[in-house]
């Protein structure tokens, strides 16, 4: 625009300068001067028509064409005409584009959850035209901000604190389904799995309450092994003071049956070091193999 008006006054100035010429003598001394001036005027004024008329629109945008201010369309990539003084061109961005928003709100418990999260998120390209009829082109701060904060609210609403921890991808989708419904007569389309919630904040005495509940969940299972231990072996003692008893229970059957003799021997030699005594005292000290080999004798009988 600034060639152009540049032009016109240098066309100006050379045919006032070209009258002059002819209308004086004293022009004459101007020579060619005037020419020039108007030859120049002329390319730069249709330079700078030129370049008023084409519009390049790059590729991951388009162009919204406006006429006097109207919107009457839009323009894809690559080069267009249009009409200086007529026509302007807003160029609005079509690729996948990342919004990061965060919001405060209340869980069904009452504790306070600020959450932070980034939506993928672009312009349908075909309806960018009704897009910017509508909002304009600041609608991240007008549109998408503002729906996304107030979805995070209404899905944080439904669950307590502590679920929202537990139920993430639950709570992620809940919150992008909403998003995505809000965004959707604005044109405004939501990546698949588009949205991510990068974090959840709570409070001090919320996340304090965590860490004691934590700490008694661990102080619990340990004592519950500590319980299994001990309930291990009191029946480990169980079983041995019953093996004891059975064994004694036999051990006296035994005794009264023919032979019993031989289980007192056994059990005699099972504890003999292989050295016999230096002094004895009655005569039950010391067993007589020979009756013991003449009772099993007679015990292997029929």
Do not use: C
């Not at 584009?97 to 405060?104: D, I, P, R």
């Not at 604190?161 to 959707?184: C, F, H, P, W, Y």
């Not at 001090?204 to 004592?223: L, M, S």
């Not at 500590?226 to 059975?246: F, H, I, P, S």
């Amino acid at each position: 625009m600034g060639i152009t008006v540049l032009g016109v006054i240098l066309l100006i100035a050379g045919l006032a300068l070209g009258a002059a010429k002819g209308a004086s003598p004293e022009g004459k001394k101007l020579g060619p001067l005037p020419g020039i001036m108007v030859i120049i005027s002329i390319l730069l004024i249709a330079g700078g028509f030129a370049g008023t008329t084409i519009v390049q629109i790059p590729a991951g945008y388009r162009g919204v064409r406006l006429e006097f201010g109207a919107v009457k369309g839009n323009l894809a990539e690559g080069i267009h005409f249009v009409r200086p003084g007529v026509d302007a061109v807003v160029l609005l961005e079509v690729r996948t584009q990342k919004e990061e928003s965060e919001a405060t709100a209340a869980s069904r418990d009452l504790q306070t959850v600020t959450t932070k999260v980034a939506l993928n998120f672009r312009v349908d390209p075909d309806k960018i035209d009704e897009l910017y009829k509508q909002v304009g082109d600041q609608y991240k701060s007008r549109i998408i901000d503002p729906a996304v904060q107030e979805s995070i609210k209404v899905v944080t609403a439904k669950y307590t604190a502590e679920d929202l921890i537990k139920n993430r991808a639950q709570v992620k989708g809940q919150v992008e389904q909403d998003i995505t419904t809000r965004l959707s007569p604005y044109n405004i389309l939501v990546e698949p799995s588009g949205l991510s919630i990068t974090n959840f904040a709570f409070s001090e005495e919320f996340n304090r309450a965590i860490e004691a509940k934590q700490v008694a969940q661990q102080e619990a299972e340990k004592q519950k092994y500590v319980l299994m231990q001990a309930q291990l072996q009191r029946q480990t003692e169980v079983a041995r003071a019953q093996g004891r008893a059975e064994s004694a229970k036999l051990n006296a059957q035994a005794l009264k049956v023919a032979g019993g003799s031989l289980v007192v021997a056994q059990a005699w030699i099972e504890k003999w070091d292989g050295k016999l005594p230096t002094v004895s005292s009655g005569s039950g000290t010391i067993i007589d193999i020979k009756s013991l080999l003449a009772e099993a004798k007679q015990s292997e009988k029929p």
